[in-house]
């Protein structure tokens, strides 16, 4: 913590760590009520952010702090393919 510069850190919903936005992958809750993972971040949306990482995720689901930071109930599927996808965002 030397660094004064402004970062936008965002908390990501399985460590609960505060990181910078960049470093987070955006999953957001579309008004058409599918839940995605946002490799931009610009998609409309309520959002919630999380460590590319599957035990992050894994976190989340178990502690239900992604049903949480979404509002909505998430089925198992749902969580199959944000693993798939979190994968494909990570072997970028
Ligand atoms: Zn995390």
């Known amino acids: 913590m030397n660094k004064v510069r402004k970062i936008p ?12 936005k960049r470093e987070l992958i955006r999953v957001v ?17 309520r959002g919630a952010y999380l460590c590319p990482d599957e035990t ?3 976190t989340a689901q178990k502690k239900k702090s992604l049903e949480r930071a979404l509002k909505m109930s998430i ?3 749902v969580y199959e ?3 798939v996808q979190l994968q494909g965002a990570m072997n970028h």
Do not use: F, W
């Not at 850190?9 to 910078?20: A, I, N, T």
């Not at 809750?29 to 949306?45: A, E, F, R």
């Open 75 to 77: 089925p198992s599927s």
């Open 29 to 45: 809750h579309t008004p058409d009520g599918d839940v995605l993972i946002d490799p931009t971040g610009k998609q409309n949306g």
């Open 56 to 58: 992050c995720l894994q």
């Open 81 to 83: 393919t944000l693993t």
């Open 9 to 20: 850190l965002r908390k990501c919903v399985g460590c609960q760590e505060m990181k910078p």
